[in-house]
Every structure is written in structure tokens, then in C-alpha cells.
Nanobody, 119 residues
Framework: VQLQASGGGLVQPGGSLRLSCAAS????????MGWYRQAPGNQRDLVAT???????NYAESAMGRFTISRDNARNTVYLQMNSLKPEDTAVYYC??????????????WGQGTLVTVSS
């Protein structure tokens, strides 16, 4: 199983970015997909998660500005980030809780995509 994230980059404060992450490989089902982020010198923190049933969870810092969505047919999760602030600067990692076709259940991480918010 692999997760491939994309969409990071440099954006000015107040701007927007959309991150994407596609899961591929021997996937039976995906229970949860989400995004975490890690700023330099900090731990990796939750940004948002989404279950297959449509339940979402957001960090307080992301509420009202970020929106997580999924395309279950494409095993893809998106993170629309609006009104970006310099403190949103971090490496963003996608995450998925997957049951493989071999019935093995585990958490998988993407490679990370850098988001820099700066003027």
C-alpha cells in the first residue's frame, strides 16, 4: 500500500491551497483518511480526518478554514485550505487506516508535502 500526496507549495497569507492524497496497492477497504502536519521542532499533529461513513474531525486551528473531503471510488482524500496563516507552515502528511485484501489492518503514511505560508 502506498499513499501519494501532492499540492503543497508557497502561498501568501490569506491564500488557499488544495492538498490531495491517493492510496494505491492491495486495498480492501479504507476506514479513515486524514491529514496531519509537522512544523519544524514540533510533533506531528492532527489536522483533519474523515471516515468512510462521512464523519469528520478537525483540529481547532483548522475549523472554519480547512475542509476535508474524500473520493472513495478513487481512494483519495483532499484538504482544501483557505485563509492560510504563517502558522500553518508545515509538512503535511496524509494518513489512512486500511484493511488490505489480505485482511491485514494498519495505518499508512504518505511522504509529506511542504506548505509554506509567507509573504
Amino acid at each position: 500500500v502506498q499513499l501519494q500526496a501532492s499540492g503543497g507549495g508557497l502561498v501568501q497569507p490569506g491564500g488557499s491551497l488544495r492538498l490531495s492524497c491517493a492510496a494505491s496497492g492491495s486495498i480492501g477497504s479504507i476506514a479513515v483518511m486524514g491529514w496531519y502536519r509537522q512544523a519544524p521542532g514540533n510533533q506531528r499533529d492532527l489536522v483533519a480526518t474523515s471516515t468512510t461513513g462521512g464523519n469528520t474531525n478537525y483540529a481547532e486551528s483548522a475549523m472554519g478554514r480547512f475542509t476535508i473531503s474524500r473520493d472513495n471510488a478513487r481512494n483519495t482524500v483532499y484538504l482544501q485550505m483557505n485563509s492560510l496563516k504563517p502558522e500553518d507552515t508545515a509538512v503535511y502528511y496524509c494518513y489512512a487506516l486500511i484493511v488490505t485484501r489480505q485482511s491485514s489492518r494498519g495505518g499508512y503514511w504518505g511522504q509529506g508535502t511542504l506548505v509554506t505560508v509567507s509573504s
